[in-house]
């Protein structure tokens, strides 16, 4: 749903497509099975991202945001977060968001809690609270800090477009 120019999540039927971007203009890039941060250019070609809402959230915390899955489009992958060495950390996992959407409980290793201020978003993982996709310097990867916005840019525009015959569940 569109209003006034920008673009709120709510839970949806089919994933959105769009572009995600730092507030310094850094694009999203896939960088061989890597999520980097590259400068906004001719020459960079943002990743298409792919995002819905969790179709059953259950025991999701829903006041902390809507929980949405995150992916890119090509290759189809889904962003996840896991433990490794006591640290959590954000990977790319071949996963068609689909499947996750249609499962009949929320796979919280794969959500991600959607916040939403003016143009702004963050995305804070479901299965380690407080922990928020960040970025830092071009041609670094896109990782989770638990330093909302203060060493890393963890505030994100999100530029997405209305799938096509989709509509929003209310």
Same mark, same amino acid.
Not at 41 to 53: D, E, H, K, L, Y
Not at 99 to 114: A, K, Q, W
């Given at each position: 749903m569109e209003a006034s120019g920008l673009f709120y999540i709510a839970r949806m039927d089919k994933p959105w497509t769009g572009k995600c971007?730092?507030?310094?203009?850094?694009?999203?890039?896939? %960088?061989?099975?890597?999520? !980097?941060?590259?400068?906004?250019?001719?020459?960079?070609?943002?990743?298409?991202?792919?995002?819905?809402? &969790? %179709?059953?959230?259950?025991? !999701?915390?829903?006041?902390?945001?809507?929980?949405?899955?995150?992916?890119?489009?090509?290759?189809?992958? &889904?962003l996840y977060c896991e433990d490794v060495g006591g640290q959590p950390e954000l990977q790319l996992k071949d996963q068609k968001i689909l499947d996750l959407y249609n499962r009949p409980e929320p796979m919280e290793p794969f959500l991600f809690y959607h916040s939403q201020t003016g143009r702004t978003s963050t995305f804070e993982s479901v299965a380690f609270p407080d922990w928020f996709i960040a970025s830092s310097e071009k041609g670094q990867p896109i990782f989770l800090t638990s330093n909302l916005g203060k060493m890393y840019s963890t505030a994100f525009r999100i530029d997405l477009t209305q799938p096509r015959g989709g509509s929003l569940v209310l």
């Amino acid at each position: 749903m569109e209003a006034s120019g920008l673009f709120y999540i709510a839970r949806m039927d089919k994933p959105w497509t769009g572009k995600c971007f730092d507030l310094n203009q850094q694009a999203w890039i896939l %960088k061989g099975r890597t999520l !980097v941060i590259a400068p906004l250019n001719n020459s960079v070609t943002p990743v298409v991202i792919t995002v819905i809402s &969790c %179709k059953n959230p259950g025991s !999701v915390e829903e006041d902390r945001g809507v929980p949405i899955y995150l992916g890119i489009e090509n290759p189809e992958m &889904c962003l996840y977060c896991e433990d490794v060495g006591g640290q959590p950390e954000l990977q790319l996992k071949d996963q068609k968001i689909l499947d996750l959407y249609n499962r009949p409980e929320p796979m919280e290793p794969f959500l991600f809690y959607h916040s939403q201020t003016g143009r702004t978003s963050t995305f804070e993982s479901v299965a380690f609270p407080d922990w928020f996709i960040a970025s830092s310097e071009k041609g670094q990867p896109i990782f989770l800090t638990s330093n909302l916005g203060k060493m890393y840019s963890t505030a994100f525009r999100i530029d997405l477009t209305q799938p096509r015959g989709g509509s929003l569940v209310l």
